[in-house]
């Protein structure tokens, strides 16, 4: 994953709860970046930004800390994987929300034909494709 998106130039790797994590730690010391970590309400220490989203099932809200992504850093999402896209189109709507220059998305799986991707609003890298 990490050479998946080396040619992106990333400063920072941000995952998103909690698969993500488990992903985006590994390729962050891969490429020799930060990571932050894109939680659910009430999760993380200090001050954070949030950022509210609807779902095909309901609403929900993602946080980041605030102050650890500086303005105009070069961020890669990292996920297990997308389906629909709710979450990550809303993990992008957050960083740029805290100025973030959302480079890329990568997820480890992509179910095909959900239309995830193509709601991203940035280029995304998928190591597998299945069909939904």
Same mark, same amino acid.
């Given at each position: 994953?990490?050479?998946?998106?080396?040619?992106?130039?990333?400063?920072?790797?941000?995952?998103?709860?909690?698969?993500?994590?488990?992903?985006?730690?590994?390729?962050?010391?891969?490429?020799?970046?930060?990571?932050?970590?894109?939680?659910?309400?009430?999760?993380?220490?200090?001050?954070?930004?949030?950022?509210?989203?609807?779902?095909?099932?309901?609403?929900?809200?993602?946080?980041?800390?605030?102050? $650890?992504?500086?303005? =105009? #850093?070069? @961020? %890669?999402?990292?996920?297990?994987? !997308?389906?629909?896209? &709710?979450?990550?189109?809303? *993990?992008?709507?957050? $960083?740029?929300?805290? =100025? #973030?220059? @959302? %480079?890329?998305?990568?997820?480890? !799986?992509?179910?095909? &034909?959900?239309?995830?991707? *193509?709601?991203?609003?940035?280029?995304a890298r998928c190591l597998l494709s299945y069909p939904a």
């Open positions: 994953m990490a050479d998946m998106i080396a040619d992106l130039k990333p400063d920072l790797i941000a995952g998103i709860e909690s698969r993500g994590f488990l992903l985006a730690a590994p390729v962050s010391i891969r490429l020799g970046t930060g990571m932050v970590m894109i939680r659910k309400v009430g999760k993380l220490p200090g001050t954070v930004v949030s950022h509210s989203y609807d779902l095909e099932y309901g609403s929900d809200t993602l946080q980041v800390s605030d102050g $650890l992504v500086p303005r =105009g #850093a070069r @961020v %890669v999402l990292i996920d297990d994987l !997308i389906a629909t896209g &709710g979450t990550a189109q809303a *993990a992008v709507q957050l $960083l740029r929300k805290v =100025g #973030a220059d @959302v %480079v890329g998305a990568a997820f480890m !799986i992509e179910l095909d &034909g959900l239309g995830g991707v *193509a709601k991203l609003g940035t280029p």
